[in-house]
């Protein structure tokens, strides 16, 4: 089984840009499907965006739609998060999160769909 590890995080103004990875351990990574999720403070984690297996399909929330951009390396077993134009209201805890089942990528914005998680890595963004 896959485990999975971000990177990435930390403090940055309004406006300016963070790439985060999620780099996947223990076998191939290239047959999962993956997603970004983030988690404000007391909240459920919310679904950011994903991408199939294969990189053949990859589906936004709205809020960060044409801001992040998420893509996938399988040669290095790593999906990349790119944000850019980022806003005090990203601020949060990003998870990524692979699931083995081939489904439909629109499926892939719920956190039911996936069971392998990583433990986070905290973005914060200042005004």
């Known amino acids: 089984q896959v485990t999975l590890k971000e990177s990435g995080g930390g403090l940055v103004q309004a406006g300016e840009s963070l790439r985060l990875s999620c780099v996947g351990t223990?076998?191939?990574?290239?047959?999962?499907?993956v997603g970004w999720f983030r988690q404000f403070p007391g909240k459920e984690p919310e679904f950011v965006a994903a991408?199939?297996?294969?990189?053949?399909?990859?589906l936004y929330a709205d809020s960060v739609k044409g801001r992040f951009t998420i893509s996938r390396e399988d040669a290095k077993n790593t999906v990349y998060l790119q944000m850019s134009s980022l806003k005090p209201e990203d601020m949060a805890v990003y998870y990524c999160?692979?699931?083995?089942?081939?489904?439909?990528?629109?499926?892939?914005?719920?956190?039911?769909?996936?069971?392998?998680w990583g433990r986070g890595t905290q973005v914060t963004v200042s005004s």
């Open positions: 991408i199939s297996w294969g990189a053949f399909k990859t």
């Open positions: 223990g076998r191939t990574f290239e047959t999962y499907g």
């Open positions: 999160a692979a699931t083995e089942t081939r489904v439909e990528v629109c499926s892939m914005l719920s956190r039911f769909e996936y069971n392998i």
